[in-house]
């Protein structure tokens, strides 16, 4: 989807959004960004039709969503459902984690993104690092 056909104030909203992530947010980001989860490249905070998704990997049409407390409210589920709703009819899968569970388990919870996209048990090469010459 090109800029101009983004509205401004999502583009705008979702540009602040990417200034200001919680602590589980930043905390799943840095194992996502760079191609450092399984080379998937991820991008934050991406517009998806009326939505702002937290992080997106097109290549393999999936969404990572990171929710607080509030998400358990009946309000918020019901607008978290119709927004699935759309997401998925749209191709997406969409994997929900709890802040809390990145916080003290970002292992396990990169572990369920990398089978989501069906790369456990690929053999992908480590990034090739520099070596020092003395």
Request: hydrophobic share 40%; glycine share 6%.
């Given at each position: 989807?090109?800029?101009?056909?983004?509205?401004?104030?999502?583009?705008?909203?979702?540009?602040?959004?990417?200034?200001?992530?919680?602590?589980?947010?930043?905390?799943?980001?840095?194992?996502?960004?760079?191609?450092?989860?399984?080379?998937?490249?991820?991008?934050?905070?991406?517009?998806?039709?009326?939505?702002?998704?937290?992080?997106?990997?097109?290549?393999?049409?999936?969404?990572?969503?990171?929710?607080?407390?509030?998400?358990?409210?009946?309000?918020?589920?019901?607008?978290?459902?119709?927004?699935?709703?759309?997401?998925?009819?749209?191709?997406?899968?969409?994997?929900?984690?709890?802040?809390?569970?990145?916080?003290?388990?970002?292992?396990?919870?990169?572990?369920?993104?990398?089978?989501?996209?069906?790369?456990?048990?690929?053999?992908?090469?480590?990034?090739?690092?520099e070596e020092l010459v003395s």
């Amino acid at each position: 989807m090109g800029h101009d056909l983004v509205p401004s104030r999502q583009r705008k909203n979702a540009k602040s959004m990417r200034r200001v992530m919680t602590d589980a947010e930043l905390k799943l980001w840095n194992e996502l960004r760079a191609h450092r989860l399984m080379g998937m490249s991820f991008r934050r905070q991406v517009l998806i039709g009326p939505y702002i998704v937290d992080f997106a990997c097109s290549a393999h049409r999936l969404i990572v969503e990171v929710d607080g407390s509030q998400h358990a409210d009946a309000e918020h589920s019901k607008r978290d459902q119709a927004r699935s709703a759309y997401l998925s009819a749209s191709g997406w899968t969409i994997l929900r984690f709890w802040n809390d569970d990145v916080i003290r388990d970002i292992d396990n919870v990169c572990q369920h993104i990398v089978i989501a996209a069906g790369l456990a048990g690929a053999n992908v090469p480590e990034p090739a690092t520099e070596e020092l010459v003395s």
